[in-house]
């Protein structure tokens, strides 16, 4: 492989890392995170795994599906993405994880405390 076409590809990843930075910050400002697991320069398919609070998130579906349609749109040498939260079971973002609210907590005892009750 050439030293320039190693450039190349340093710059699709880095262009594809600058692209989940600038366009999804509330990422981050909600405690999750994204990185980039695997980028196939020959295919154009780039995975992506969402973490941390992303993992049990109920709009993680919804965030999902804009990276898949923005990231083809704005970066013309991938075509294909995938993405996932490690909430099928996989071992790769120690997933499995349920998801947590607000004013929920677990005792010692194991038992869920569900916070105040509605007023409604």
């Known amino acids: 492989m050439s030293t320039e076409t190693q450039n190349d590809g340093d710059d699709l990843e880095e262009r594809v890392a600058n692209f989940l930075r ?3 910050p509330q990422i981050q400002m909600h405690g999750g995170s994204a990185a980039i697991q ?3 320069r ?3 398919e780039v995975s992506i795994a969402l973490g941390g609070a992303c ?3 109920g709009i993680s579906p919804m965030t999902i599906q804009a990276i898949k349609s923005r990231m083809v749109k704005e970066i013309p040498e991938i075509e294909q993405v995938n993405a996932h939260t490690g ?3 996989g071992d790769d ?3 499995g994880m349920e ?4 004013g929920e907590t677990v005792d010692d005892d194991g038992e869920s405390d569900e ?3 509605a007023p409604f």
């Open 87 to 89: 909430m099928d079971g």
């Open 38 to 40: 695997d980028l196939d």
């Open 115 to 117: 916070g105040p009750e």
């Open 99 to 102: 998801p947590s609210f607000p």
């Open 22 to 24: 600038r366009n999804f």
């Open 55 to 57: 993992s049990g998130c």
């Open 93 to 95: 973002m120690g997933g």
């Open 42 to 44: 020959e295919t154009g």
